[in-house]
C-alpha cells in the first residue's frame, strides 16, 4: 500500500523518463525490424529457395516479423501508459499536498505519516491554554487526519490500476505470433484495462464467485474509475446492457439484508455501477441544445463517440421488458435496471428523458401495467421504474422540465405529463392470500412524479432555498397542464399523499400568479388560459375553478396549506407596503384583491372542516402551529417588484397572528352546516389587521376613521371569495 511518505517523497519525473526510454525501445525495434525484413525475409520469401525447408523458413519469418510488429505496440503501449499514469499521479500527489496545506492553515502540525495535531507553537499560552480545554479539538485533529488519508487512499487506488494495466499490457493476447511473444493489441489507457478487470468481476459476481478479495477489488476499481468514460464505457461494454442487469439485480439484493440493514461492501459496488452508467451516457451539450431525435444529437449519436450511447440505450430497450424473476415474482428489466440507477442522482438529461421515453412506449405497447408487484421485492428493488426515473428527474430540473413540458419545440414535443396524471395505469400492490389476491395502491406510488413536477415547474431541485416568482414558460406550462390534467382525471380534490407537499410548493413558488387568480378582478388573467410573458416577465392563468380544486386537494395536508397561506399572506403583505398613502384605486384596489384571495383560502379551509369533522380540530391546530411558526420568514419574491421588506411584513403579518389562530379554532368547532360556513371569517380579519398595522407605519390610529374606511372595502370581496370558492367545491353550497 503506498504510504504518505511514498508520497510525499517519490519524483514522478522518472514515470516520464522511463516513458521515453520505452518510446526509445520501440523505435530501435522499428530499426531492427527493417534489418530483418531486407536482410533475412527477403530471402525466405523468394523464388531462388522452394521445397519444405523454404515454406517452413517462410512461415518462421511471417512469425518473427509479427513479433517485431507487436514489441513496436507493446513497448509504445506501456509508454503511454507511463505517461497515463504520470498525468494522474501528478493531479492526485498535489491533491494530497494541497490537504496537507490546508490542514497547516487551520493550525494543524502534520507529522511524517500524515498524522495531524494542532501547533501550539503558533498560539499564545492562554490560547494553548483554552486549546487544550476543548473537547471539541481531537475530533477536528482526527477530521484532517482523516482528510489526508482519503488523498492518500486515491493514490494508492491509481496506483493499483497502473500495475494492473502493466501487467495486462505485456501479456500476448492477440493470437499471433509466438504464444509467449509481445502484445500487439496493447492498449494505452490504463482505464481500458481496470475497465477489461471490472468486467471479468461483475461476471463472476453474477455467477457467485467472487472471492471477498475480488470484492475490495472490485470497490477499488469502481471508486477510482466511475467518472471515467475509457474505464465505464469498457466495462459496460464488456458486460453488454443483459449482463449489467442482471449484475445490478444481484447487487440490490445482496446490499440489502432481509431486516433492511446494509451490506457496505456490495452497495458501495452497486452505487459504482450506477454512477459507471452515468459516466458512460453523457452526452455532449444540453438537451435545449442538443435535444433526443434532433438532427444534431442524431448526427452525434451516429458517430464513434456516439456509437456506445446508441448501442446501449439500443440493447435496454431489447431487454427493458424481459423477465429476469419467476412466473410468481417477476423482476422485468427495467425495474432491476432503474433500482439500480437509483443509487446514483447525476445523470445527463438527454439520458433520463430518452430512458423516460422509452419505458413509456414500452408500456403504451404493453396495453397495461407491467409493473404489478406480487409479493415484496426486497429492499432497494424499485417496483415503478418510471416513477424512479421522475425521481432522479427531480435532482435534474432541465431534464424534468423538458420530459413534462406539453408545448415543447421539435422532437421535445410530448404528451407525457397528461400521460401520467390522466391515462397511465399506475402499479399497484398484490397481496396473495390463501384463497384471495387482494390489490391495493402503492402508498409510495408517485413520489417520483412529485418531485419531478416540483423541479420541472419551478427550476429547482425540490429542498432547495430559492427566490420565488419568476419562472420560464416552459416551467409555467407544467404547472398549468399539471393542474388542467390532475382536473380531468378528476383527482385534484383528492390529490394523492405523493403530490400534495410538491403541488404545494409549486403555488407557493407561483404566489403572484395564484394571487391574481383568486383576487378575481385582473382581466387579463381572466381573458388568458395558459402562458404568456408580459415585459420578460413569463406569467400563467388557471381557470379559478380548477385552481381551488388543486388547493382542496393539497388541504388534505394542513401544513402544506398553511405554507401556501403564508405564502399568500407575504405577498399581500408585500403589495400593502408599497401602497400610497393617500386613499384612491391604488390602495383600494390591494385591499379588495387581498380579501377575495384570502376568502378563498377561508373557503377551502371551510370545506375541509366540514368534509372532516371527526378531525377538524386536530386539522386546525396542525394548520395554525404550521402557520404561526412560519410567519416571521418571509418568502423571497423575484423580480424586483415582488421583494418583501422584512421589517415591514414582520410588522404587518405577525401582529395578530396568534389571536387569529384562536378564532380559526374556534371557526372548527362550529356545527358544519352552510349557514355555518358564512361565518369563517378569519381571513378577513387577517387582512384588517395587515390593513391596520399598515396604516400605523403612516401615523394613523387603528380607530380612526381614516383606518376604518380601509378595513371598510375588503370585507364584501372576501365574502364574495369564500363563497365562490365553496360553490367550486360543494354542490350543495
Known amino acids: 500500500m503506498v504510504t504518505f511518505r511514498q508520497v510525499m517523497d517519490t519524483d514522478l519525473s522518472k514515470l516520464t523518463d522511463a516513458a521515453?526510454?520505452?518510446?526509445?525501445?520501440?523505435?530501435?525495434?522499428?530499426?531492427?525490424?527493417?534489418?530483418?525484413?531486407?536482410?533475412?525475409?527477403?530471402?525466405?520469401?523468394?523464388?531462388?529457395?522452394?521445397?519444405?525447408?523454404?515454406?517452413?523458413?517462410?512461415?518462421?519469418?511471417?512469425?518473427?516479423?509479427?513479433?517485431?510488429?507487436?514489441?513496436?505496440?507493446?513497448?509504445?503501449?506501456?509508454?503511454?501508459?507511463?505517461?497515463?499514469?504520470?498525468?494522474?499521479?501528478?493531479?492526485?500527489?498535489?491533491?494530497?499536498?494541497?490537504?496537507?496545506?490546508?490542514?497547516?492553515?487551520?493550525?494543524?502540525?502534520?507529522?511524517?505519516?500524515?498524522?495531524?495535531?494542532?501547533?501550539?507553537?503558533?498560539?499564545?499560552?492562554?490560547?494553548?491554554?483554552?486549546?487544550?480545554?476543548?473537547?471539541?479539538?481531537?475530533?477536528?485533529?482526527?477530521?484532517?487526519?482523516?482528510?489526508?488519508?482519503?488523498?492518500?487512499?486515491?493514490?494508492?487506488?491509481?496506483?493499483?490500476?497502473?500495475?494492473?494495466?502493466?501487467?495486462?499490457?505485456?501479456?500476448?493476447?492477440?493470437?499471433?505470433?509466438?504464444?509467449?511473444?509481445?502484445?500487439?493489441?496493447?492498449?494505452?489507457?490504463?482505464?481500458?484495462?481496470?475497465?477489461?478487470?471490472?468486467?471479468?468481476?461483475?461476471?463472476?459476481?453474477?455467477?457467485?464467485?467472487?472471492?471477498?478479495?475480488?470484492?475490495?477489488?472490485?470497490?477499488?476499481?469502481?471508486?477510482?474509475?466511475?467518472?471515467?468514460?475509457?474505464?465505464?464505457?469498457?466495462?459496460?461494454?464488456?458486460?453488454?446492457?443483459?449482463?449489467?442487469?442482471?449484475?445490478?439485480?444481484?447487487?440490490?439484493?445482496?446490499?440489502?439484508?432481509?431486516?433492511?440493514?446494509?451490506?457496505?461492501?456490495?452497495?458501495?459496488?452497486?452505487?459504482?455501477?450506477?454512477?459507471?452508467?452515468?459516466?458512460?451516457?453523457?452526452?455532449?451539450?444540453?438537451?435545449?441544445?442538443?435535444?433526443?431525435?434532433?438532427?444534431?444529437?442524431?448526427?452525434?449519436?451516429?458517430?464513434?463517440?456516439?456509437?456506445?450511447?446508441?448501442?446501449?440505450?439500443?440493447?435496454?430497450?431489447?431487454?427493458?421488458?424481459?423477465?429476469?424473476?419467476?412466473?410468481?415474482?417477476?423482476?422485468?428489466?427495467?425495474?432491476?435496471?432503474?433500482?439500480?440507477?437509483?443509487?446514483?442522482?447525476?445523470?445527463?438529461?438527454?439520458?433520463?428523458?430518452?430512458?423516460?421515453d422509452d419505458i413509456i412506449k414500452a408500456e403504451k405497447k404493453e396495453k397495461g401495467s407491467l409493473w404489478t408487484q406480487w409479493g415484496f421485492g426486497g429492499f432497494g428493488f424499485r417496483n415503478d421504474p418510471l416513477d424512479a426515473v421522475l425521481g432522479l428527474m427531480g435532482k435534474n430540473p432541465d431534464a424534468a422540465t423538458a420530459f413534462l413540458d406539453p408545448g415543447g419545440k421539435g422532437p421535445l414535443k410530448n404528451d407525457h405529463l397528461a400521460y401520467l396524471l390522466e391515462d397511465r395505469d399506475w402499479p399497484q400492490l398484490a397481496n396473495v392470500g390463501y384463497a384471495t389476491t387482494r390489490v391495493s395502491d402503492d402508498p409510495l406510488g408517485k413520489m417520483g412524479l412529485g418531485a419531478a413536477l416540483e423541479a420541472a415547474a419551478t427550476g429547482y431541485v425540490p429542498g432547495t432555498d430559492h427566490p420565488l416568482g419568476q419562472h420560464t414558460e416552459a416551467q409555467a406550462r407544467v404547472l398549468h397542464q399539471a393542474v388542467a390534467s390532475l382536473n380531468n382525471a378528476g383527482g385534484a380534490e383528492k390529490l394523492d399523499f405523493a403530490l400534495r407537499r410538491p403541488m404545494a410548493n409549486i403555488l407557493m413558488d407561483y404566489t403572484p400568479d395564484v394571487h391574481q387568480t383568486l383576487a378575481r378582478d385582473n382581466t387579463v388573467y381572466r381573458a388568458h388560459d395558459g402562458v404568456w410573458v408580459d415585459n420578460g416577465v413569463t406569467k400563467v392563468s388557471i381557470p379559478e375553478d380548477q385552481l381551488v380544486k388543486i388547493m382542496r386537494g393539497i388541504a388534505n395536508d394542513p401544513e402544506a396549506y398553511a405554507d401556501m397561506y403564508n405564502a399568500e399572506a407575504h405577498y399581500v403583505a408585500d403589495t400593502f407596503s408599497s401602497m400610497p398613502e393617500k386613499v384612491s384605486e391604488n390602495t383600494r384596489v390591494p385591499i379588495q384583491e387581498a380579501s377575495s384571495a384570502l376568502g378563498m383560502y377561508d373557503g377551502v379551509r371551510a370545506d375541509v372542516l366540514f368534509d372532516d369533522r371527526d378531525k377538524k380540530i386536530q386539522w386546525e391546530r396542525d394548520f395554525n402551529n404550521r402557520l404561526t411558526g412560519v410567519t416571521s420568514l418571509a418568502p423571497k419574491f423575484v423580480p424586483k417588484t415582488y421583494v418583501l421588506p422584512v421589517e415591514i411584513a414582520y410588522r404587518i403579518i405577525r401582529t395578530e397572528s396568534h389571536d387569529l389562530m384562536w378564532e380559526r379554532i374556534k371557526e372548527a368547532g362550529m356545527e358544519a352546516s352552510l349557514e355555518n360556513a358564512k361565518q369563517f371569517t378569519a381571513g378577513q380579519k387577517e387582512v384588517d389587521s395587515m390593513v391596520a398595522s399598515w396604516a400605523r407605519t403612516h401615523g394613523h390610529a387603528e380607530d380612526s376613521n381614516y383606518t376604518k374606511d380601509l378595513i371598510g372595502i375588503g370585507q364584501t370581496k372576501h365574502a364574495e371569495g369564500r363563497n365562490q370558492a365553496l360553490i367550486h367545491l360543494r354542490a350543495d353550497y
Request: aromatic share 8%; glycine share 8%.
Open 20 to 356: 521515453q526510454a520505452w518510446d526509445d525501445m520501440a523505435d530501435k525495434i522499428e530499426k531492427l525490424e527493417t534489418t530483418y525484413q531486407t536482410k533475412v525475409q527477403k530471402i525466405s520469401s523468394g523464388l531462388s529457395w522452394t521445397g519444405i525447408s523454404a515454406n517452413s523458413a517462410f512461415n518462421l519469418a511471417v512469425q518473427t516479423r509479427h513479433d517485431f510488429d507487436a514489441a513496436q505496440v507493446e513497448a509504445r503501449a506501456v509508454a503511454d501508459l507511463l505517461r497515463d499514469a504520470h498525468g494522474q499521479f501528478v493531479r492526485l500527489v498535489a491533491a494530497v499536498k494541497d490537504a496537507v496545506k490546508e490542514a497547516e492553515k487551520a493550525g494543524m502540525k502534520v507529522d511524517g505519516d500524515g498524522r495531524c495535531t494542532y501547533d501550539y507553537s503558533k498560539v499564545t499560552e492562554q490560547e494553548a491554554f483554552s486549546l487544550h480545554h476543548d473537547p471539541d479539538l481531537p475530533e477536528t485533529e482526527r477530521s484532517w487526519t482523516r482528510r489526508i488519508e482519503q488523498a492518500v487512499k486515491a493514490v494508492d487506488d491509481a496506483d493499483y490500476g497502473v500495475k494492473l494495466a502493466l501487467r495486462e499490457s505485456v501479456k500476448d493476447t492477440d493470437g499471433k505470433g509466438d504464444p509467449k511473444g509481445f502484445n500487439g493489441a496493447a492498449q494505452g489507457d490504463v482505464e481500458v484495462y481496470e475497465g477489461r478487470r471490472a468486467t471479468e468481476l461483475g461476471e463472476k459476481l453474477v455467477d457467485g464467485k467472487l472471492s471477498p478479495a475480488e470484492l475490495k477489488e472490485m470497490q477499488i476499481l469502481m471508486r477510482n474509475n466511475a467518472d471515467s468514460k475509457p474505464f465505464t464505457q469498457t466495462f459496460l461494454g464488456g458486460l453488454g446492457p443483459e449482463e449489467a442487469i442482471r449484475l445490478g439485480d444481484k447487487l440490490t439484493r445482496l446490499s440489502y439484508n432481509r431486516d433492511g440493514s446494509v451490506n457496505t461492501e456490495y452497495l458501495s459496488v452497486e452505487q459504482g455501477l450506477a454512477h459507471s452508467v452515468a459516466t458512460a451516457t453523457t452526452v455532449p451539450g444540453s438537451i435545449n441544445e442538443r435535444p433526443p431525435g434532433s438532427p444534431e444529437f442524431n448526427a452525434w449519436l451516429n458517430s464513434p463517440d456516439g456509437r456506445f450511447y446508441r448501442e446501449w440505450t439500443e440493447g435496454i430497450r431489447k431487454v427493458g421488458t424481459k423477465n429476469f424473476g419467476s412466473g410468481t415474482e417477476p423482476r422485468y428489466g427495467y425495474q432491476a435496471y432503474v433500482s439500480m440507477l437509483d443509487n446514483y442522482d447525476k445523470f445527463d438529461d438527454q439520458y433520463l428523458y430518452s430512458l423516460g
